[in-house]
């Protein structure tokens, strides 16, 4: 069942897919193709954020992206979501190349970037609305998703009344709102404290196992990355660029308790941490 | 126990918060009757005197109708600084080129005294409502405009890739997000609007007399009635400070969303 660490590009593209033709033929949900990033600094000195980053990412899948600060997972994240344009490279979602941002990527953001204007419900059917959703209909959803992240009963509050972990559920809801086919979350529980964090990566996870989006999480946190993730992608910092592919081989449904005990996800966590430890050594590692 | 102290800090504040305004207004009037009364000169009436006036100033047709005509620019002018100056600044905002191009001509019109552009500007539309209005319009425009600048400036970034990912165009995030998320900047811009709409309104007419309060102001002060010209400062004083207040409640109930739960007592700034 556990398969150790293997290196990146050393997985062909026929493991990468489902067995059957008719798998092998559709596309990979997402598919970032020599992706690289540079940025202008104060000094007007270009300075390579990404380089040459390849990923192919399978409809449904959970995959982490790991890598100390500053090494543009957040960057490559933007770039698939749209808001960023990479200087080279690009990135099809379903085959269809990314131009710009679209509902069929959900945002989630470390600093929930709720509209503070509208009430949780409102926030939770904006997009709806947006998209001409009638309002008995949206609120309907509305109060369905409201449910599901644990918020019934805080349709009415604003978000300057909601606690951190509160406003982050309210961001998940929002996002799923609009039925996005992937969700991209931005350290999401990065601004958490620990047992918050907990509460949420536990309800995340239930959410995801009963409609199996596909997900791309960044986190600088390896326990995290390994309890959630099928997959977890470790960058190396300056430029940044794949380090490893570590295939997650733990058992589904995972439930935290028993997982903590368990010495194959222990062995994940540690070979992780190591593998990002000696990260510096590894700048000319191509 | 009673009520208001059982309520909390939120109640009392908003009772000292109007009690402290009125001891202020009457601790002016007492001082001014008293240096009035030492000073004894003619151009100087007693405090009693001048509110005696307010009524007569007030209740006769043509202070009335001169008041209102008064009003009546003003608002006009405040109305399309507004609707002029708020997506200006928002788009200037949020598009570094638009910025680029109309900061500096901002720039160089920011300290022109607006009033003193009347003479000029009389020359080109006349003495009358057409000319004192732009005048009010060009006073209000700047800080609205910098203002709604600041304030779309300042919108979060990932606030407005949320709604871009909900599938909104750059048009619609300027309406539904940008809009909103900068209310507060802009109401603030739009409060010191009002105050400089009602300044320039007196010295356009002062410049340009034909009517207005400020035309009956400056007329009495030729005439030596020193009782109206003060009781005709004290009506605009005394509307400004009503104005100002109607305009916090509106902006209170607009973005009541972004308040801390503090109250602040009525300014007049």
């Known amino acids: 069942m556990y398969h150790g660490l293997r290196k990146a590009g050393t997985r062909s593209k026929v493991e990468e897919a489902s067995p059957g033709a008719a798998a092998l033929a559709a596309p990979p949900m997402i598919a970032i193709e020599g992706v690289s990033q540079t940025f202008k600094t104060a000094g007007r000195k270009e300075h390579l954020a990404i380089s040459n980053v390849d990923l192919e990412i399978a409809d449904g899948a959970f995959v982490s992206i790991l890598g100390p600060s500053g090494c543009g997972k957040s960057t490559l994240l933007y770039i698939v979501g749209g808001f960023v344009m990479p200087t080279a490279g690009s990135v099809k979602v379903r085959g269809r190349a990314v131009t710009g941002p679209g509902p069929d990527r959900g945002p989630v953001f470390q600093e929930f970037a709720l509209f503070p204007w509208k009430t949780v419900l409102g926030n939770v059917t904006y997009g709806l609305r947006q998209q001409g959703v009638p309002r008995f209909e949206a609120e309907e959803r509305g109060h369905k998703l409201l449910a599901m992240v644990g918020l019934k009963g805080f349709e009415a509050f604003y978000p300057k009344e909601l606690s951190g972990g509160m406003k982050q559920r309210v961001a998940i809801a929002r996002t799923l709102a609009y039925n996005p086919s992937v969700l991209l979350m931005d350290e999401p529980f990065g601004a958490l404290d620990a047992h918050t964090r907990t509460r949420l990566q536990n309800d995340l996870l239930e959410i995801w196992e009963r409609d199996r989006k596909t997900v791309l999480f960044v986190t600088h946190a390896v326990d995290e990355a390994v309890y959630l993730s099928d997959k977890v992608i470790v960058m190396s910092r300056s430029p940044g660029r794949i380090k490893q592919v570590i295939d997650i081989d733990l058992p589904r449904p995972r439930r935290r308790a028993e997982l903590l005990l368990d010495p194959h996800y222990q062995k994940y966590v540690v070979d992780i941490e190591r593998l990002i430890e000696d990260a510096p050594e590894d700048a000319v590692h191509t | ?269």
């Open chain 2, 1 to 269: 126990m009673s009520a208001v102290a059982d309520d909390g800090s939120g109640r009392r504040g908003l009772s000292a918060g109007a009690f402290a305004p009125l001891l202020a207004c009457l601790g002016l009037l007492v001082a001014w009757q008293i240096g009035a009364m030492l000073l004894a000169t003619d151009s100087i009436p007693t405090a009693l005197d001048a509110l005696r006036a307010v009524p007569d100033v007030l209740l006769s047709r043509d202070g009335l109708i001169n008041i209102l005509d008064s009003i009546r620019r003003m608002v006009i002018g405040l109305a399309a600084a507004v609707v002029v100056s708020i997506p200006l600044g928002l788009v200037m905002g949020r598009a570094r080129a638009v910025a680029a191009f109309f900061n500096p001509i901002l720039m160089v019109i920011y300290p022109v005294p607006k009033a003193a552009l009347m003479p000029i500007i009389m020359l080109w539309l006349g003495v009358g409502d057409l000319s004192k209005t732009l005048v009010i319009f060009l006073a209000v425009t700047l800080p609205i405009i910098y203002h709604s600048f600041e304030g779309a400036k300042a919108v979060e970034e990932k606030m407005i890739w949320s709604g871009a990912a909900m599938g909104m165009s750059r048009a619609q995030i300027m309406a539904r997000i940008v809009l909103p998320a900068a209310l507060p900047e802009i109401l603030a811009g739009c409060r010191t609007g009002l105050v400089l709409a009602l300044i320039t309104m007196v010295t356009s007419e002062m410049i340009a007399r034909k009517s207005g309060a400020g035309n009956i102001l400056f007329n009495a002060l030729d005439m030596g009635q020193y009782d109206t010209v003060f009781a005709m400062i004290i009506v605009v004083g005394a509307l400004g400070i009503v104005l100002d207040a109607a305009f916090d409640r509106l902006r209170r109930f607009l973005v009541a969303w972004s308040e801390t739960r503090q109250d602040i007592p009525l300014s007049f700034s």
